[in-house]
């Protein structure tokens, strides 16, 4: 007997799976087309530290990136977004199937902008329009921090009718400012006469790396705050998706929804478990909800695929997630501050893998 993919099930309670991953092994030895086919994988995702894996491991870069190199005209960030840009182009033909048969909801590549300009509000826009004329694909998310800066960007980029993923948010703060970037951004597009329909957009919640901050200031709390360990990131998501339900699915965005908009999805980053005391798919089995997406890395979905269990639980147990921020409000823990401050390490570590690309293609 065949035992049944969870992954599958996922698809049918409303929550889409994208992979944390981009490399050309996997777009030439035809790894990406089988997860979407046999998984239904829906999306893929990119970032700095993805590329320097992928180029600095994978033997299909070599021929190229050599070639590249003997161009004394082109620079090492020219030549990164060169191999970049044909991954990102080659994984959006193979998602663009499913992009067309959902009409536009499923079936997004997403591309990051570089993470030296997280304080550029001008230069992220230009960088973020410039890469979705190189890409020239309908289903192209461009990726962009949210910082106070990237806010701004985010605006006006979808006020231009591009499609953004949001990265980099780990607050409930950062998901309202993005979401409000949203609506001002859509809003602006359809006043304008644009087709609001041709626009998507994704805020990226990043969840692992809020409980490995958390539990570590628990842990030197000690006492009563030991219990608390491992449920910060969980409450932080289902009290994030109880946001997004009262702005997207209420009557002030219902009117925006009428023109054509889409609401903007909340998506769960971050999801391989770091702490190995913790359920290696705890960030996938406790937030599984309707119009949600989990990006997830190889051994995240092989592990879901292989003993997940797929039932709704995002809407469950709402009361223990507020009370779970309450708590750590008790004991001194901002988790807004906190947010911030993993905002502030998650660009350093960005930008650091961004200069060692750099340093590949030099």
């Known amino acids: 007997m065949i035992k049944p993919n969870p992954l599958l099930r996922l698809h049918a309670l409303g929550q889409r799976i994208w992979l944390d991953n981009l490399s050309r092994t996997l777009l030439q030895e035809g790894t990406l087309k089988k997860l979407v086919t046999e998984d239904r994988i829906a999306g893929v995702t990119s970032n700095p530290t993805i590329f320097f894996k992928a180029i600095s491991e994978s033997p299909h870069y070599r021929g190229e990136l050599q070639k590249l190199k003997s161009d004394p005209a082109l620079s090492a960030e020219q030549r990164y977004e060169?191999?970049?840009i044909a991954d990102i182009q080659a994984?959006?033909?193979i998602l663009l199937p499913l992009h067309k048969s959902t009409n536009g909801d499923?079936?997004?590549v997403s591309l990051e902008v570089s993470p030296e300009l997280a304080h550029d509000a001008a230069g992220t826009l230009a960088a973020g329009l410039r890469l979705k004329a190189a890409v020239a694909r309908?289903?192209?998310l461009i990726k962009v921090p949210a910082t106070s800066a990237g806010l701004t960007a985010i605006e006006e980029l979808v006020a231009t009718g591009c499609s953004v993923n949001v990265t980099l948010m780990f607050s409930l703060r950062h998901v309202r400012e993005v979401a409000q970037a949203y609506v001002r951004g859509i809003t602006r597009h359809m006043d304008a006469?644009?087709?609001?329909?041709?626009v998507k957009s994704v805020a990226s919640l990043f969840l692992s790396?809020?409980?490995t901050m958390i539990d570590k200031r628990l842990e030197a709390i000690g006492g009563e705050a030991l219990p608390l360990r491992g449920k910060s990131a969980v409450a932080l998501a289902k009290l994030s998706y109880q946001y997004y339900r009262a702005t997207f699915t209420g009557a002030a965005f219902s009117a925006l929804a009428k023109r054509g908009a889409r609401p903007q999805a909340m998506l769960w980053a971050s999801t391989g478990s770091k702490n190995p005391a913790y359920n290696d798919v705890l960030y996938i089995e406790s937030l599984i909800g309707p119009q949600t997406v989990n990006t997830v890395p190889d051994a995240t979905?092989?592990?879901?695929?292989d003993h997940g269990k797929a039932e709704p639980t995002l809407e469950v147990d709402i009361d223990a997630a507020s009370k779970q921020f309450a708590a750590l409000q008790d004991f001194g823990i901002d988790m807004d501050a906190a947010g911030q401050e993993l905002q502030v390490e998650g660009l350093k570590q960005f930008a650091d893998s961004f200069r060692q690309l750099l340093k590949l293609t030099a």
């Open 91 to 93: 994984a959006c033909d």
């Open 193 to 198: 006469g644009g087709d609001a329909r041709k």
């Open 209 to 211: 790396r809020v409980d």
């Open 82 to 84: 060169t191999l970049a």
């Open 138 to 140: 309908d289903n192209l």
């Open 301 to 305: 979905l092989a592990a879901f695929r």
């Open 106 to 108: 499923d079936g997004y």
